[in-house]
């Protein structure tokens, strides 16, 4: 097969995919429902649940990153606004507590860390 031939049969399956992945992503992408009586989110919002849970992750990340925190028994979640909650047991007691504050209050994008973590 001569590659003018190839790159001509190339052409419609390149269209033909790309035709799938338009009607696949456009039936619903970024729509999602909080509740049953809730209509659509809007590209806002979605963008905004999705910016939140970027910070949250990344200040799980953060933690499980510096081994002095002790992040096993941590959780992480996100209240919106940058306000971030950490709850669950640090393994490193009380420096390990003080320091998944001050680390979590540097991750970019965080404006309050509220603190839930039980120190034995």
Known sequence: MTRITSRLLALPLLAAGTALLVGCAGGGYGYGYDSPREGPMSNREAARQAQEQNIQDRVMAALRADPRVGA????????????????????NGVAGRDLALRIAQGVWGVRHVVNNMVVN
């Not at 096993?72 to 393994?91: E, F, N, R, W």
């Open 72 to 91: 096993q028994g941590l959780t992480v979640h996100s209240q919106g606004d940058g306000v971030i909650v950490i709850g669950g047991t640090p393994a």
